[in-house]
């Protein structure tokens, strides 16, 4: 609950003027890392696990969604 309060707050707090002058930097902060953190982890996936690659790649973006140690678990 604390978290959500946190982030709430801190999304209040952005100016919707300056993100829309700086768009391109916004997009490419929010899609860069997450398609990097997949990528990464559909060649890991196919090379320890002898994954396919593209359920190496669904992997990833479904880790991007879920905590790593409950993946583990």
Known sequence: MAL???LTRA???LDP???KRMSCVVIRLAFIP???EALTCMVTSHLI????WIWGLMLG???LDL?????LC
Do not use: E, F, Q, R
């Open 17 to 19: 003027k300056a993100l």
């Open 61 to 63: 973006y479904v880790s």
């Open 11 to 13: 999304g209040l707090g």
């Open 49 to 52: 696990l002898k994954l396919d």
């Open 67 to 71: 905590d790593i140690g409950s993946l």
């Open 34 to 36: 997450c398609t990097v």
């Open 4 to 6: 959500a309060v946190i």
